[in-house]
């Protein structure tokens, strides 16, 4: 009966929109508008003025995760719906890369490789051999940014939406305030909001003295199952074939100005705005790749954005060159001129941010073995070799096949990667240097790792 009621109340509100949007109380997304937030306060965030310094001790960081947020759904990108005005102008006024991809296609692994510079595997977070790996924990001898930053005196904040990377999983290294999810979830709606961790960084910064310098790492999960789409948002998108499509752009639109209002809101500081995603989600475009996320290497799930902003900074470069988010660490830390003593095993590709040499990796690397899956893929400039090892296959595309719809035949080829990608395999067992720490999930946190779709 309770179904049947949900049913019900689902048409009624389907019918109710319908009738709305076609009389016009709700209208389609104004290109040029970004809710909430003044055209003049987004021109003063973005501004470019190459005398403002852009060092440690005079630039504060804001560093948005934004979980699931996949790259060809984004208007600086290419995409031809407007999703997401706001990142469009910063991508318009600063530094974007386009050719970035994701060590591990799910939260947990992900996020550590970004905060440390560190392999997924390097950090335990996910290994072969394993059923799941939602009990890991990232060891306290890995130095994430927020303990680095904390090194150079500077007031730490983190903010999460997602349950992979809450306090209990090591994620609060370095951290002076760390706001996460708290209590029991409806299954069919989260009580994590973007809105309300916008909220929480900002309160935080208010606390601030003028000479006190600010490190902000906010997780954001608006384009995450389940999706934050509230009443007035139903129906800005319609149309596609995919019924995934329009509710995940619908809510990349929401999470696009909440980004606009957490950085115009930290307008008069002198920021440095960083902006990455995790991973990408399937869609079901392609079908074959899934609806989530974690069981694919394809560029859905691993071809991810990466912006930069500073008014010092080149606007409108574009990084060309392959790049990974293990990478994002050291660069960071060379923008601000920052030395470090803490191993990482991503690049500094700063000189390719401030526009002097191109550089990039010539190749790039992933692997997941969330649930059920054990695959790894290398890319270099022209392909793209996925290996499910499970099925001891290796299978080979074109990168300019996004979709990866067709394997190309050549053995030669696919021979040459296989042999690059088992020596990368090989190094990352190697790397492994001590047992995984884990921790037993309390019901809470399982609950809440369900919720989001982690569980089997």
Known sequence: MKNLWRAVFALVSVTIVGSLWSVGVILPPDPESIAGVAPEAVGAALRSDGAVPLA????????????????????????????????????????????????????????????????????????????????????????????????????????TGNPNIKEVFGFQQGVEQFVEPAGEWRADGIESDDEELVDATLDFARTLRPDERLFARVVLTGVHL????????????????????????????????????????????NLLVVVVADHGEGLKLPTHHGAGHGNYLYASAIHIPFLLHHPSLPAGHVVSGLSMNIDVHPTLLSLLQIRSEQPTDGADLSVAVRGAVETGHPRVFSETFFMKSKKSAVLDEAHLLIRDNREETDTLYARSDAGAHTPLPSAEVRSQLGAVLT??????????????????????????????????
């Open 56 to 159: 440690a001790g005079e630039t504060d960081v804001l560093f948005i995760i934004a979980c699931t947020l996949r790259r060809d759904r984004l208007e600086p990108y290419g995409h031809d719906r407007p999703t997401s005005p706001f990142l469009d102008r910063l991508s318009a006024s600063g530094v974007r890369f386009d050719n970035h991809y994701a060590q591990a296609p799910w939260t947990r692994p992900s996020v550590g490789s970004i905060i440390t510079g560190r392999w997924p595997r390097t950090l335990q977070l996910d290994n072969p051999g394993r059923k799941g790996a939602l009990s890991l924990v990232l060891g306290d001898e890995h130095a994430t940014l927020a303990e680095v930053f904390a090194a150079q005196g500077y007031r730490t904040f983190s903010a």
């Open 423 to 456: 020596a990368w395999e090989t190094e990352r067992a190697a790397s492994v240097t001590r047992a995984a720490q884990e921790i037993e999930l309390s019901d809470e946190t399982r609950q809440q790792l369900e919720a989001m779709g982690y569980m089997e």
């Open 226 to 269: 389940p999706r934050q789409i509230t009443w007035r948002d139903r129906g800005l998108f319609t149309g596609s074939q995919k019924k995934l499509v329009d509710p995940y752009d619908t809510a990349l639109r929401r999470l696009d100005a909440q980004i606009a209002r957490l950085v115009t809101g930290l307008s008069e500081r």
